[in-house]
């Protein structure tokens, strides 16, 4: 009987330090300390140009000629070291930066700064 109970408490104690996790569950939402609009200009702009036309010189493409859907997988691209392998493209600078962005507080939800590039910066789109 008693190594029932110390099994159960093992258990237990087990299931209740799971549940005291900081990192977020596949079923919450990652919080950012700035809005898509703050990261860009604080950090992105220098590079990217202030309204994504790239540059040349800094050997940053332009953000501006792509829709959501292709820089969403860019951004997860650069953010996650590259894995996604999604636009065929050289990240391992942006890969580095983004790394020392992130330690600062510039970090950021591809989606939503996809989404916000697409709709302030995007050639295609009728204004």
């Avoid at 079923?27 to 809005?35: P, Q, R, V």
């Avoid at 996604?84 to 992130?102: A, D, F, P, R, Y």
């Amino acid at each position: 009987m008693k190594k029932r109970n110390i099994i159960f408490i093992a258990v237990s104690g087990i299931f209740m330090l799971a549940g005291c996790s900081s990192t977020p569950s596949a079923g919450e939402a990652k919080t950012y300390s700035k809005t898509p609009a703050e990261v860009y200009q604080a950090s992105c702009k220098k590079c990217h140009g202030e309204h994504g036309e790239g540059n040349p010189k800094k050997k940053a493409p332009a953000l501006n000629d792509r829709q959501a859907g292709e820089l969403e997988l860019d951004l997860y691209d650069v953010k996650n070291g590259g894995t996604n392998q999604s636009s065929g493209t050289e990240h391992e600078v942006m890969e580095h930066n983004m790394q020392k962005l992130i330690a600062k507080g510039y970090d950021y939800d591809p989606k939503a700064m996809a989404e916000y590039i697409e709709k302030n910066f995007y050639k295609g789109l009728k204004k």
